[in-house]
């Protein structure tokens, strides 16, 4: 729906992304759509989600979001290192009926990183107005 304001497809996002956004901020933009995620990703969010050093809540989030709320923990490890699974899933998320799948592929496409989506949630809000424009319209008198 909204990948066409950034050129990538919304189906597949860099690490930064899942560093920077709770779970709740990616899955508004995945009503009744699929998300994929590369085992490659998901190991590094564990890897950071256990380092006692850099506590972050964001990735804690999402590992409790793989691990709990889609209950993908048991599967994820027992084949994360298989090279003959390409895909696993689907899991579902009903609350906004997401379809997540875990791939062992890397994209061809590029993926959509935190620089795009600062993007896509800056149109949130709509730009304010330049004074002078605002001004310069003031003062034309209507001709009605």
Request: aromatic share 14%; glycine share 2%.
């Amino acid at each position: 729906m909204f990948s066409h304001l950034i050129g990538k497809p919304l189906k597949r996002y860099d690490i930064s992304v899942f560093e920077n956004y709770p779970p709740e901020a990616i899955l508004e933009y995945h009503h009744h759509r699929d998300l994929e995620i590369e085992f490659q990703t998901y190991r590094l969010l564990k890897e950071k989600a256990s380092c006692q050093e850099s506590e972050n809540p964001v990735v804690a989030s999402w590992v409790s979001f793989f691990d709990e709320v889609l209950k993908a923990k048991e599967d994820l490890e027992m084949n994360l290192d298989n090279s003959f699974l390409p895909v696993l899933g689907p899991y579902y998320y009903p609350r906004t009926n997401t379809t997540v799948f875990f791939t062992s592929y890397t994209p061809a496409a590029e993926c959509v990183n935190a620089t795009d989506l600062q993007y896509l949630c800056s149109l949130a809000e709509p730009p304010l107005p330049n004074d002078k424009v605002v001004k310069h319209y003031q003062s034309i008198k209507k001709l009605t």
